[in-house]
């Protein structure tokens, strides 16, 4: 990130690093590294049915209460499968297997795991929508992906356990989930799609409302504060001040700023829930890192759209962010 210099607005100088993009891109950043330990402490209280289907919901509402004012336009009903399956895949099914996953995983450990999501993007892209494979896209997928598995077997093959190969599947279908948003980000706004996915998602998860009834009535305050939190910033602010950020902020600097998820996510975790992570799983991680970095590569302008991939590792509404913003930039 470039180092700080002074820009004049109205007339005063102002510092680039105190300015509103900055503090947006900051807060982030910061937003979506706390929604892993925040998820550890609902799923403790709540469990991972009705975390889920309470963080949907919360945020749905939000983002349905900023549309009349937003200009969000109502779906064509030929695009309801495509929505149908950003939802289930980047929203319901993401959801609940992230939250399942950190019942036996970190913290700390689960935003690392997380962190590989754009290489699945990446790949389901070239299988599925024509893109093309470059030599820095291979070699990073498989850097990325070997991080993954030395997160995974951090502890050795005795302390590996399924939760692990969980929160990769979580990272798997949001993978699919970035791959099914790119039709629909032709023909409408990244808010819009993030809506639209985000009340789709809340709709799969209906089925679990009676558990989450009953979790609720059960469950202690500060799991219930965890899961408004998670619903109403991560989910529905994180995407509102991303959108703010990216708009006018180089595509450059919102991606590299992003790297930050994970160890920022390790620091609040070790803060908030005393987390230690394993000094493997911190060279894995690194690892990981590298890997989408090497990816984010590529230098064309059609590459450089697709470098969005790896900003959204710790929330799924950052691509569509990033892209709408793209799109803004190109018919100005």
């Known amino acids: 990130m470039d180092l700080p210099v002074l820009s004049r607005h109205g007339g005063r100088a102002i510092s680039r690093f105190t300015s509103p993009r900055f503090l947006a891109l ?5 937003l979506w590294a706390s929604a892993f330990p925040a998820i550890r402490v609902g799923v403790d209280g709540l469990g991972p049915a009705a975390l889920s289907f309470l963080r949907l919901a919360i ?10 004012f937003a200009h969000v336009r109502l779906p064509k009903p030929s695009d309801l499968p495509s929505i149908a399956l950003c939802g289930l895949t980047g929203m319901t099914a993401y ?13 700390g450990t689960a935003s690392l795991l997380i962190a590989a999501a754009p290489v699945f993007s990446i790949l389901l892209g070239s299988a599925f929508l024509a893109e093309p494979l470059t030599r820095d896209i291979v070699i990073g997928s498989a850097v990325a992906l070997a991080g993954t598995a030395v997160v995974t077997l951090a502890n050795g093959v005795s302390g590996f356990t399924a939760a692990s190969l ?9 993978g699919v989930y970035h791959s099914a948003t790119k039709p629909l980000l032709r023909r409408y706004t990244g808010l819009e799609v993030a809506t ?9 998860a209906l089925p679990l409302v009676p558990a989450t009834v009953r979790a609720a009535t059960q469950a202690p305050t500060v799991a219930l504060l965890s899961a408004v939190y998670l619903g109403l910033l991560p989910s529905a602010l994180g995407f509102v001040i991303w959108g703010h950020a990216v708009a006018r902020l180089p595509l450059a600097v919102s ?9 920022v996510a390790l620091v609040v975790s070790f803060v908030w829930l005393g987390e230690v992570p394993h000094v493997v799983e ?13 990816i984010n590569r ?4 059609p590459a450089a759209e697709a470098a969005a991939q790896p900003a959204v590792a710790a929330e799924p509404c950052a691509d569509i962010a990033r892209r709408s913003a793209l799109r803004r930039l190109d018919r100005e």
């Open 26 to 30: 900051a807060g982030t950043v910061v």
């Open 59 to 68: 945020a749905a509402v939000a983002l349905v209460a900023v549309a009349p």
């Open 95 to 107: 959801q609940i297997l992230l939250n399942w996953g950190e019942i036996h995983v970190a913290a």
């Open 166 to 174: 969980v929160v990769v599947a979580a990272a798997v279908v949001q």
């Open 196 to 204: 639209y996915a985000m009340v789709a998602g809340t709709v799969f």
């Open 255 to 263: 991606t590299a700023a992003l790297y930050l998820v994970p160890p």
């Open 282 to 294: 911190l060279l894995g991680g690194g690892v990981v890192v590298a890997g989408v970095t090497l």
């Open 298 to 301: 590529r230098g064309r302008r």
